[in-house]
């Protein structure tokens, strides 16, 4: 048996595993978990999936604002006096094992009649008794059993989300339109001079014809809708010649069963817009796990502790905020707006605004920015502004964010179909002319014809089933895409700008030199042991960084909170920390992070912490030069200048000390200059970048915890990939381009047929289908040979 | 030769039985998740011997 990973979270148990019923646990948390399993009975969570839990975490007093009745109002989707039905979104959910015990909530708490997960979204949505119990106490359960639940301001609007279904029922109106003219229409396509069919004919006809009311009206009127708004807006896009061929085919063949002329071409007209519409839904690629309109609003919380004057606590919405407000902020809550510290020792993690994980500590009086993460212990603070003036919350209100990217760009379908349209236009206009003077009677007959069979199905069909294969395999690369038109924006993209912090650089390691005198063996061993007893951020790192030592057994060891650590162990003694507390004679202001070190009252030197750039960066900037120009705007101080440049090709801009608004500008600039810009950044700093940009990917260490707005969500272990998803992009317009080629065969052909004034409903039924399948079957198998050279 | 009116509206308002089945379906929310139920489905087997085995060591 393995003793060393926790039996109920799978991390390491370190050296002093608690143990309890011979199972190893890494904490407290984890085994009280374990027994609230144990002693429900539901231990069959861990043999479903081994050592499936979360860390509960500390919750103290963080959900009071749940008992408010204007939150509870907000948060439930339905209410009534005995029942409340509420949708928690869970992060953790990740294995079947969480939706087991999620579904088993009524066996811990009797009171909740009924819970159902939904994996995709990871959301649970529990139904309890109202009259017995809380919104609170059921929030309070799950955090205790290591499900905690993330309730953020987005969640601040009351009543069930919309889903918009419209398109699976046109499709399934028009499959069922499609199949029955099918049906229907056998008799004539064989031709059976059978008596008794002939005289039922007319059935036939008049049935196909009411088959196919709903399919033209109902299913196809997108694309009246959207022909109608493009002429309306002096744009000829592929819609128009679709809804142009509808109607001719739907009022010719109406004009033909009327007057006994023909048996119409209900079939096709059906199988058109069936196709048309699998094709508008394959491209259609959501990840419900994924959100790409994220703003501040998905990381705020709901309400906050205020404390008024008589020092009462109570619980208010973070809009509420008013200047001047005292408020209060617990370990691990998020500061919602720009205020004063007044209390307590405060060290803030910034990354979620700047990327940069390094906590930073302010003291009392100093100026504390919205966005930020209080990581120990109680703050209290002073409001200065509201939430929505803030510093950082002020950047959505630029326009950029109310501005939809589709719009003003014109794809390459619709670029060809002008070219198209006109084209068609003139055929039908030449060949009915030329029919007039030889044989009038067939005029008519051509130039309909002509106009049915260029109905550009399988132009229309080329970009969805192609981008949308394509964005499957993408998401399979873990680069997730929004959607297909971002793949033909990345594909023109001539500028690359990157951020810095969090995006080139990893959070998750960082490297430390040491400047300074050399330390003896002693000194070295009671650097190791004293960081291995503080868990400030820079002391985890700088431990790791450096070699192993002896454990031993510190004489004294006291760590001053904001300052650094003070320990004795033998003759040595060590102080670790900032330059002043260490009594640094000389001290330079420099613009890294550094650590001090004296022994004995007698400096010794410094390790100065450098960010540690991904894996492949260098790699990754010298594919991308031969093609595009590099810009790296980062938000931080010049420390870093001389490393990148050493690292990065030499053409590549360097632009430090960039606030959100100016990283914002500076892509409209270039833009205004022709450039298309990929804009690659990680924080909400970020945001406005990435609004503003053509391409905006966000690089997410955990794509289900964060990523600001974007088009885009790039795995950070895939970073390296990113030159290989822009050229696929670029082939993906090359595969477009030939299946645009192929249905210029096939139209072709068709027009052959319509122009000699010998198309055959059968003809078309037969054309039609083929000519979509086989470019469906085309871009498909050419998208994977495409996701196979990608591997 | 009437029949072949039964027919036709035989094979109608079973095409149209199974269109308003469809939508029915679509509308209640049954499509919205696809992956939850192939796991939920599992789950029942599980409880039982859950429940053996707790007889089993109770035994023991």
Redesign the interface.
């Known amino acids: 048996m393995e003793h060393n990973t926790c039996f109920h979270c799978g991390d390491d148990c370190g050296s002093q595993p608690i143990t309890f019923q011979e199972k190893s646990f890494c904490c407290n948390g984890c085994k009280t978990v374990f027994e609230i399993f144990n002693e429900n009975?539901l231990?069959?969570y861990y043999?479903?999936q081994n050592s499936p839990g979360a860390i509960p975490k500390e919750i103290e007093g963080k959900y009071d604002f749940l008992s408010q009745d204007n939150i509870i109002e907000k948060l439930t989707e339905f209410r009534s006096d005995s029942i409340e039905i509420v949708t928690l979104y869970i992060p953790h959910i990740h294995c079947?094992s969480c939706?087991?015990i999620l579904?088993n909530l009524n066996k811990l708490n009797p009171n909740i009649s009924d819970s159902?997960?939904?994996?995709?979204?990871k959301t649970v949505r529990i139904t309890y008794n109202s009259e017995t119990t809380d919104l609170k106490p059921v929030v309070l359960l799950l955090s205790s059993i290591g499900y905690e639940p993330y309730i953020s301001l987005d969640d601040f609007k009351s009543g069930k989300q919309h889903?918009n279904?419209t398109l699976?029922?046109k499709l399934?109106?028009a499959a069922?339109g499609f199949?029955?003219i099918m049906?229907l229409s056998f008799p004539e396509y064989f031709e059976v001079n059978e008596y008794?069919l002939e005289?039922?004919k007319p059935?036939?006809r008049w049935?196909m014809f009411a088959?196919s009311l709903p399919v033209v009206f109902y299913s196809a009127q997108d694309y009246f809708i959207s022909a109608f708004k493009g002429l309306k807006a002096k744009l000829l896009n592929i819609d128009v010649p679709i809804a142009l061929g509808i109607s001719v085919l739907f009022i010719r063949s109406t004009v033909e069963i009327i007057f006994d002329l023909g048996s119409g071409f209900f079939d096709s007209l059906a199988g058109l817009v069936f196709f048309l519409l699998v094709g508008k839904f394959f491209q259609q690629k959501t990840y419900d796990f994924l959100s790409f309109e994220r703003d501040y609003k998905s990381y705020f919380p709901i309400a906050i502790t205020k404390i008024d004057k008589n020092g009462i606590e109570n619980s208010i919405q973070v809009y509420d905020i008013e200047k001047g407000d005292r408020i209060l902020i617990r370990n691990e809550e998020l500061i919602p707006v720009d205020g004063i510290l007044i209390n307590g020792n405060a060290k803030i993690d910034y990354s979620f605004v700047t990327g940069e994980s390094q906590t930073v500590s302010k003291q009392s009086g100093d100026k504390l920015f919205a966005g930020g993460k209080q990581t120990q212990g109680v703050i209290e603070m002073e409001a200065l502004k509201s939430v929505e003036q803030s510093y950082l919350t002020q950047l959505w209100s630029n326009d950029v964010f109310n501005k939809n990217k589709e719009d003003g760009f014109t794809n390459i379908t619709n670029t060809i179909s002008k070219h198209f349209t006109i084209a068609i236009l003139s055929i039908s206009v030449i060949a009915t002319a030329f029919w007039l003077i030889t044989d009038s009677t067939k005029a008519m007959n051509v130039f309909t014809a002509v106009l049915i069979i260029a109905c550009p199905c399988a132009i229309a069909l080329s970009a969805p089933f192609t981008f949308g294969n394509l964005l499957r395999i993408f998401g399979k690369q873990k680069f997730y895409v929004k959607n297909a038109s971002v793949i033909e924006q990345l594909a023109k993209i001539n500028t690359v700008i990157f951020d810095k912090t969090g995006t080139i650089t990893s959070n998750k390691h960082s490297n430390a030199e040491y400047d300074g005198d050399l330390l003896s063996d002693s000194e070295n061993l009671v650097l190791k042991n004293s960081l291995r007893g503080s868990n400030h951020p820079l002391s985890r790192t700088l431990y790791n960084v450096l070699k192993e030592n002896n454990i031993v057994i510190l004489d004294a060891f006291e760590e001053h909170i904001g300052k650094g650590i003070e320990a004795k162990h033998k003759a040595v003694n060590m102080k670790i920390g900032s330059a002043s507390f260490v009594g640094n004679p000389n001290e330079t202001t420099v613009l890294n992070t550094t650590v001090h070190i004296s022994s004995n009252n007698v400096y010794k030197g410094k390790f100065t912490f450098y960010n540690s750039y991904r894996k492949g960066v260098s790699k990754l900037f010298n594919q991308l030069k031969q093609q595009f120009d590099l810009v790296i705007l980062s938000g931080d101080n010049e420390g870093e200048r001389e490393n990148l440049k050493k690292l990065l090709p030499a053409k590549t801009k360097l632009i430090f000390n960039q606030k959100p608004e100016d990283k914002l500008d500076f892509i409209k600039y270039h833009q205004s200059e022709g450039a298309k810009v990929l804009m690659i950044g990680d924080g909400l700093n970020d945001a406005g970048a990435l609004a503003q940009s053509d391409v905006g990917i966000a690089i997410s260490e955990d794509v289900n915890v964060f990523s600001p707005a974007c088009d885009a969500i790039l795995d950070a272990t895939k970073f390296k990939e990113l030159f290989s998803y822009i050229k696929a992009s670029k082939s993906a317009i090359k595969i477009i381009k030939w299946s645009f080629l192929l249905s210029f065969i096939y139209n072709v052909i068709g027009l052959y047929f319509a122009v000699t004034g010998q198309l055959e409903p059968v003809v078309a039924a037969i054309l039609m289908p083929l000519s979509s399948i086989s470019i469906v079957v085309f871009t498909t198998i050419a998208t994977n040979v495409l996701g196979k050279r990608l591997k | 030769m009437s029949v072949i009116y039964i027919l036709l509206s035989v094979s109608v308002v079973v095409g149209v039985t199974f269109l308003v089945i469809f939508l029915m379906a679509v509308r209640s929310g049954q499509y919205d998740d696809d992956y939850t139920p192939s796991v939920r489905m599992l789950f029942e087997d599980e409880l039982v011997k859950e429940h053996n085995t707790s007889k089993q060591t109770k035994t023991d």
């Not at chain 1, 159902?116 to 979204?121: I, R």
């Open positions: 009975d231990t069959c043999d479903l079947s939706i087991w579904e159902q997960v939904n994996f995709g979204k889903i279904r699976i029922y399934g109106v069922f199949g029955n049906f008794w005289q039922y059935v036939f049935l088959l």
